[in-house]
Nanobody, 126 residues
Framework: QVQLVESGGGLVQAGGSLRLSCAAS????????MGWFRQAPGKEREFVAG????????SYTNSVKGRFTISRDNAKNTVYLQMNSLKPEDTGVYYC???????????????????WGQGTQVTVSS
């Protein structure tokens, strides 16, 4: 059974940092594209960051560029999202996602992903 389990969310003041982790199990994801999405109250889920099979292939939504860093450890089947200089508008439920197959580029649409975690809450206070 494939599982993605996020951790590391919480409450932080604006300007602070959090590190999210997503531990995958049930199969190897070394050739999968891994992504982080978020959903704020009353808004649609949006792409935040993604990383290809090679750690050198990354993509970010414009609002987090320069503040967030996505990385992966294939030996641990884990992907991370380091979030610095957090802003209140970063508040939301953060979801980890994975594609079933290799993708040549980092895909950004939620329907491109096959596996999803249950989400972890991130709240940034002003």
């Amino acid at each position: 059974q494939v599982q993605l389990v996020e951790s590391g969310g919480g409450l932080v003041q604006a300007g602070g940092s959090l590190r999210l982790s997503c531990a995958a199990s049930g199969r190897t994801f070394s050739t999968s594209t891994m992504g982080w999405f978020r959903q704020a109250p009353g808004k649609e889920r949006e792409f935040v960051a993604g990383i290809g099979y090679s750690s050198g292939i990354t993509s970010y939504t414009n609002s987090v560029k320069g503040r967030f860093t996505i990385s992966r450890d294939n030996a641990k089947n884990t992907v991370y999202l380091q979030m610095n200089s957090l802003k209140p508008e970063d508040t939301g439920v953060y979801y980890c996602a994975a594609t079933r197959q290799f993708t040549i580029r980092v895909v950004q649409r939620d329907y491109d992903y096959d596996y999803w975690g249950q989400g972890t809450q991130v709240t940034v206070s002003s």
